[in-house]
């Protein structure tokens, strides 16, 4: 198992740049696929962004695509979540997640572990 910490949410304004980020621990990080979700007030939670064990290989929502980045740093067990021209609509709790899985999918089931959040909201 590895242990999942998010930070550097909070209130931003439409227009706005935010990274988020997810400091991993326990288990050797770069043996997992790093994805973020979130999840809107009343909503299920949605895919955002995977990344792949190497870095080498990215998928992202369609909602999303052109202004989040997902990268991760596997010297420092983090994965990040770099998030430009915010909307309304991108207000959630945006969590972290690890998954073991030997291919890259955005299937919230395929990860094994996860954080506990972090809130952003954009004002319009």
């Known amino acids: 198992q590895v242990q999942l910490v998010e930070s550097g949410g909070g209130l931003v304004q439409a227009g706005d740049s935010l990274t988020v980020s997810c400091a991993a621990s326990g288990r050797a990080f770069s043996s997992y696929n790093m994805g973020w979700f979130r999840q809107a007030p009343g909503k299920e939670r949605e895919f955002v962004a995977v990344?792949?064990?190497?870095?080498?290989?990215?998928y992202y929502a369609d909602s999303v695509k052109g202004r989040f980045t997902i990268s991760r740093d596997n010297v420092k067990n983090t994965v990040y979540l770099q998030m430009k021209n915010l909307k309304a609509e991108d207000t959630a709790v945006y969590y972290c997640a690890a998954g073991g899985r030997p291919i890259v999918t955005s299937i919230a089931r395929d990860f094994g572990s996860w954080g506990q959040g972090t809130q952003v909201t954009v004002s319009s």
């Open positions: 990344i792949s064990r190497g870095g080498g290989v990215t």
